[in-house]
């Protein structure tokens, strides 16, 4: 198997299978595939529809937390199951565009992935509210002036990574919105590619912008003590 889609959700009933559909569309005689969605404690019928959806996806395995740990834990619940060296991520509420996950997948540079790569999304158009388009912007200026890692869109769910650079990273709670500074961090490198953006059809989002802002600040402070404690040796051998 080539490449494991991890798709973490919460009370995304409405959601899920027409983007199941869409990914099978999109992967289907292209490359040997797995999906992976980790139902992260859903309180409404999220956990019935992913059965439903399995009887017509055989490449669906289902995964679900007892309660709500949120979507990094269930990211890393997905990435450690997955039985591929590939891995790619994208949010469960149908935003990102399946059909960009190939373009990512082609993207990476597999001989230097060992090294560890990220190849992740760039919404450059978004399709959110006026509100949360200029917080994100903002929070992107914040965290690139501190964290330095050359990304524009850092929070972007849509994301194609080794697995063994994911499984070496730190784990911590809200950790996925910072993968490139993590990656950075333990010497590889990030290629931001753009792709589709697309409005919220169904469902309602499950975070607030203060909620957001006030975590996303305590986190990117604890990824820059990180930065600013990995001393990476330059190593030779005598001969």
Known sequence: ????????????????????DEICGQLDDKLDYAIIVVDD????????????SREAHSRLRILRH?????????????????????IATLDGDGQNDPADILALYRAMDKSSAGAGMLVTGYRK??????????????????????????????????????????????QFDHMHRFLPALVQRQGGRVLSIEVQHRPRRRGVSKYGVHDRLWAGIIDMLGVRWLQRRNRRPFVSEIK
């Not at 198997?1 to 199941?20: F, G």
């Not at 949120?70 to 199951?81: H, K, M």
């Not at 158009?125 to 330095?148: E, G, H, T």
């Open 41 to 52: 404690g859903s309180t409404d019928s999220t956990p019935g529809v992913l059965q439903t």
């Open 66 to 86: 007892r309660s709500c740990y949120g979507q990094s834990a269930a990211i890393a619940t997905g990435v450690e199951a997955a039985g591929s060296p590939w």
């Open 125 to 170: 158009q978004r399709r959110d509210d006026w509100l949360k388009r200029s917080s994100s912007r903002i929070a992107n200026a914040v965290r690139a002036a501190v964290l330095r890692d050359a990304t524009p869109d850092s929070a972007c769910g849509l994301k194609v990574f080794a697995r063994a650079t994911f499984l070496a990273l730190p």
């Open 1 to 20: 198997m080539e490449l494991t889609v991890v798709i973490p959700v919460y009370n995304e009933v409405e959601s899920i299978a027409p983007l199941l």
